[in-house]
């Protein structure tokens, strides 16, 4: 059996980090990968913590429960850094990847000893420069990604520029600034 | 609408593998073949000189035993499925249906 | 060709059925299920199924809905989920006497009370003797496969019976996970088109349905539905060896996964059944077998086969996603035993564990305290506490 990634995303309801682990899979999808994207249902509302998951494997995926110790978590929104406790079970071997303006050096203190990599990307400036408006899920992608090295960079990029023309075929001025917005957090992300 | 096949009961004596599929009765109507006019203990008389034939007595019966010719007019009663429960009696505004005890 | 997909398992019984192009879905929304007749909705918005889609006001009316549509000579399907399926309790077993082969995909979710919107079985379990067909599924390509067979089960001429395709709520129905998609031309010729005997909307042949049954009757009709679900059985191996013929994918009545060498075995239904074959696999690698027992017809309850199979085993751990309140073990543990003693085979040591009630997630450390267990009656032959729960804090 090959070896299979797990991520685990934490997020605040409205953020999209729910669609992101949706989107990663879809990426890993078409680049031939077997995927699993769930998320944990709570408290459907605006703000409140929530949880999503993903398997990226080589071979098919029969297993279905929650992600208890993950390769990699990606911390959307880090005011959930004192809410929710981010690093439980993440491997050392993975690392935390979070959307901060913060450096990892900051961050690490924060982490009840997280010994494994601080990855740290801007993303909501990445976002407002790029896209106009505060979007994270988009950059944080890219940055799991480029962090995880679960697929190629550039099958990545071709792949996301495939389903954004088909996500946006009524909008496609908003094709380009997706797709800059993603490879700027894979140029910016700190911590490597 | 009409439907030319014949009418059949269900047997009182049928056994589950020849009964109906589900209870469905297939021949639609054959509630005709049970004669309930027996149960009467009451019978409606028609009196055919003082009936308007305004036919407020034809929709009320429960037993479809008030017929109705092609002229569209009311005939005699149809005393084998007829089960005397008056309703007609009450209904009609010309006491054109007498109502006495069965003999 | 098939066609190389990621859905999610709502998503997966939805584009099942716009390729099986029903003439009416009635459906009331409720979580988790809702999706499906929201996907479903477009497909009809967009023209994409002729389907009349009638939004009704209650799942009562849903069920009643496609009674009617269905004794009146149309394909009718549904789904819910939890408390929707309680409300049409009375219609499904109308549904099931009648002989209307309706298909109702239910997304397992926990029946109130206490309110919980998160998946266990007791929806399901609890309409298990409704005479409805149920069939089982544990990831969204089983989903969609059994969803593809449903009608061709149900509308068989020796069944007639209306069929129940479960899949865990939220675990596999919001999940997005690959699965292969059947072509739509090749699902319609396998599905083909429905075409009862008798049906109310036949003007030559006019019937009436669902006449009062008296006690000179009704035990006759009860009877002949009891037939309808023993013959059931041979139809859904029939059609399975179709399907497989058709995809490659093969089902029976249950899949028995790491058999050779085991004397120790766990049954489990739907999801958790994947997370116990992932463990089964690890025990594997480390000389320990432990076999896996997912039932996929539950209903009927394939007596003779499951009992010729589990007799090899020293010991059998029963898992059940649902209470039953009766203080003698869950549904299945229940069917199990009383399987295994009908057919006269006492060797093997059966024990219950009630699992996962309320979502509560089920680990691969929850499955190996099952495995370990299940090894050590099958090495001892010693049985502490038959009824067990699993995952709850003492």
Request: charged residues 25%; negative net charge.
């Amino acid at each position: 059996m090959g070896k299979v990634v797990e991520i685990r995303w934490h997020g605040r309801g409205g953020q999209g980090a729910k669609t992101a682990s949706l989107l990663l899979a879809d990426a890993a999808f078409n680049t031939g990968k077997y995927i699993q994207g769930f998320p944990e249902y709570g408290p459907e509302r605006m703000g409140a913590p929530i949880t999503a998951y993903n398997r990226i494997s080589d071979d098919k995926l029969s297993i279905h429960c929650n992600i208890y110790e993950p390769d990699y978590v990606v911390v959307v929104d880090d005011t959930l850094l004192t809410a929710v406790d981010v690093t439980s079970g993440l491997k050392e071997s993975g690392a935390l990847i979070i959307n901060t303006t913060k450096t990892p050096e900051e961050i690490k203190p924060l982490l009840k000893g997280y010994k494994g990599k601080v990855c740290t990307v801007d993303a909501r400036t990445i976002s407002i420069e790029t896209l106009g408006k505060y979007f994270p899920n988009t950059p944080m992608l890219g940055a799991v990604v480029k962090v995880s090295g679960v697929m190629g960079t550039k099958e990545f990029l071709d792949d996301m520029v495939g389903s954004f023309k088909h996500k946006f075929a009524k909008k496609p001025e908003v094709i380009e600034p997706n797709i800059k917005a993603i490879e700027r957090a894979m140029q910016e992300v700190k911590g490597l | 609408m009409s439907c030319n096949k014949e009418l059949k009961t269900v047997a009182p004596d049928v056994n589950w593998k020849d009964i109906t599929k589900g209870g469905n009765i297939p021949w639609a109507g054959n509630a005709e073949l049970f004669k309930t006019g027996d149960w009467r203990s009451m019978k409606p008389i028609w009196l055919e000189e003082k009936c308007k034939q305004c036919l407020l007595c034809y929709p009320v019966c429960p037993d479809t035993s008030i017929l109705v010719n092609a002229e569209g007019k009311r005939v005699d009663f149809d005393f084998d499925h007829c089960k005397g429960c008056g309703v007609c009696v009450k209904v009609c505004p010309f006491k054109a249906i007498d109502f006495v005890e069965e003999k | 060709m098939a066609i190389r997909e990621r859905l999610s398992g709502n998503e997966a019984m939805a584009v099942a059925m716009k390729q099986i192009n029903p003439d009416v879905v009635a459906a009331f929304p409720i979580t988790p299920s809702t999706e499906v007749p929201q996907y479903f909705s477009t497909f009809v918005a967009n023209g994409q199924v002729d389907t009349e889609f009638v939004p009704v006001e209650s799942e009562h009316s849903a069920m009643s809905a496609c009674i009617g549509a269905q004794a009146a000579g149309g394909r009718a399907m549904t789904a819910t989920s939890a408390n929707g399926l309680a409300l049409m309790w009375e219609c499904l077993y109308i549904a099931a006497c009648s002989r209307l082969p309706i298909v109702l995909a239910c997304v397992n979710r926990t029946l109130s009370g206490p309110l919980n919107i998160h998946n266990d079985h007791s929806d399901s379990m609890g309409a298990r003797d409704s005479g409805w067909i149920q069939i089982y599924s544990e990831n969204c390509q089983e989903a969609y496969d059994n969803m593809l067979m449903a009608n061709r089960i149900g509308e068989h001429p020796d069944v007639l019976l209306p069929v129940m395709v479960c899949q865990d709520g939220f675990i596999t129905s919001h999940a997005i996970e690959n699965l292969d998609l059947v072509e739509d031309d090749k699902v319609k010729a396998f599905v083909g088109e429905y075409n009862p005997e008798e049906y109310l909307l036949n003007r030559e042949n006019p019937i009436a349905v669902g006449p009062l049954d008296h006690f000179t009757h009704c035990f006759e009709h009860k009877r002949q539905q009891a037939q309808a679900m023993m013959d059931a059985k041979k139809v859904v191996i029939e059609v399975s060896a179709e399907f497989e013929k058709l995809t490659g994918r093969s089902y029976g009545l249950f899949e028995e996964y790491n058999a050779e060498g085991a004397e120790a075995c766990v049954v489990v239904l739907n999801s958790t059944a994947g997370t116990a074959k992932y463990v089964a696999d690890q025990y594997k690698a480390q000389g320990k077998k432990v076999a896996v027992f997912k039932p996929r017809l539950y209903r009927p309850f394939p007596v003779d086969e499951i009992a010729e199979v589990l007799a090899k085993y020293k010991a059998i751990a029963i898992m059940d996603k649902a209470e039953s309140f009766n203080a003698a073990g869950g549904p299945l543990f229940t069917d199990f035993t009383s399987a295994l003693y009908a057919k006269g085979v006492f060797g093997p040591k059966v024990i219950n564990y009630i699992y996962g009630l309320g979502g509560r997630d089920v680990k691969t450390d929850d499955i190996e305290v099952v495995f370990n267990k299940t090894l050590e009656i099958a090495a001892t032959g010693k049985v502490d506490t038959v009824f067990n729960y699993l995952g709850v804090r003492e």
